[in-house]
């Protein structure tokens, strides 16, 4: 049973906007991060955003300003919503859970549960 299930992806225009969630399956992720790495063709996974279970909020430089992450501990929920979406955006998402280490957040290693991905596409 994959423990986190993404939904939301697709295909939209430069200066476009999207909204990608994460539900939790088959387990709780209280005390635990819950964030968003993106993999594009030819390319090393990389962190997107975060959000700790005590709230605090972290971001790649690449995406600041454009994209904001919120969760619900309550339904155990990560959203990721994504405005300004350039071609460079484009690639596979995917949800993360860890208990991170504050420090080393950008680390996919920190992370123990992943999705299994959805595809976004920006058109230029």
């Known amino acids: 049973q994959v423990p986190l299930v993404e939904s939301g992806g697709g295909v939209v225009q430069a200066g476009g906007s999207l909204r990608l969630s994460c539900a939790a399956s088959?387990?709780?992720?209280?005390?635990?991060?819950m964030g968003w790495f993106r993999q594009a063709p030819g390319k090393e996974r990389e962190f997107v955003a975060v959000?700790?279970?005590?709230?605090?909020?972290y971001y790649a430089d690449s995406v600041k300003g454009r994209f904001t992450i919120s969760r619900d501990n309550a339904n155990n929920t990560v959203s990721l919503e994504m405005n300004s979406l350039k071609p460079e955006d484009t690639a596979v998402y995917y949800c993360?859970?860890?208990?991170?280490?504050?420090?080393?957040?950008?680390?996919?290693?920190?992370?123990?549960?992943w999705g299994q991905g959805t595809q976004v596409t920006v058109s230029s």
């Open positions: 959000n700790r279970w005590s709230g605090t909020t």
């Open positions: 993360a859970a860890g208990r991170i280490k504050p420090w080393n957040y950008q680390k996919r290693d920190e992370y123990d549960y």
């Open positions: 088959g387990r709780t992720f209280s005390g635990y991060a």
